[in-house]
């Protein structure tokens, strides 16, 4: 399928509108374009606001920017950049104000369905970079030449895979003989090294997003995108993030805490936000997504 036919389902719409809350005249940061849904709400929302839209993915801006350019005009402006480099980004581009920023963190499904290495269900590449020009260590690379002990950090820090250890040995047992190429290469073996195979979701789930993770420097980026974008914010302006899974949120959650007790930003949501029961039935994989929000104090 073109990346053109498939279609992101974007998550939490109504939420982000309500938080980001867009007025006339004020610019937006969307940090992480993917196809646009996001963008286009807010855009949507407030006829007079305007939207600064950022993804690492050139094909992801390339697909999906053309047609919201030519519906928005100049109102909507696209970066192709990484978000750990807010800060820069914003000098280069001479971005004078910015009174709300999102960040649906992650990758899309498009990216999941059409990017080698990605899926565990299709076998293409071990490559796993959402942006090649920004990651130069592939999948494959770090399969192939990591220490066991290495791989086993990796797999248990950002997938909590509880097999770790045995998946690990036998990865380094396996490259020996056979280098590491495919993605049905690695599932295959995790699924026979893995002791329990009565699994919802297919046992390799867990190394695949750790691996992903790590190759794409998921977290670190957090971490940078979360102090830029607060200071790069104009007084009262908001920062709403969407997390997928438990270690990024817990990056957002502590953040905010901490900014909050140093008085740089008052929390808005107490406790996560996730998908309404409606959402939930449209669209199932919005279960994992978790929203919060704070707002940038005055300064006395
Ligand atoms: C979940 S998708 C966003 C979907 C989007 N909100 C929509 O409605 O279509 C996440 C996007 O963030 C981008 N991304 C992830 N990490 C990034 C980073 N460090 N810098 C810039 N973009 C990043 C990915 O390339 C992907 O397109």
Redesign the pocket.
Known sequence: MTEKQLV?K?VLVDEVLEYLDPKPGHVYLD????????TRAILEREPKCSVIS????QV?LDTYGPALKEEFGDRLTLIW????LLYKLVRENKIKRIDGVLA?????QI?IINRPGFSVHRDTPLDMR??PAHQKITAAELLNKGTEEKLREIFWQFGQERNARQIAAAIVQERVIKPFRTTKQLADLIERVSPNKNRRIHPATQVFQALRIYV?K?LD?ISA?LAAATSALDEQGRLVCISFHSLEDRLVKQFFKEKEREGILNILTPHMISASEEELRENPSSRSACLRAAEKREEI
Do not use: I
């Open positions: 992101h974007t940090a992480t374009f993917g196809s646009g849904g996001h950022l993804d690492w993915d992801a950049g990484n978000f750990a649906d963190f992650g990758t899309s990216q959402m942006s794409n998921e980026n995108f």
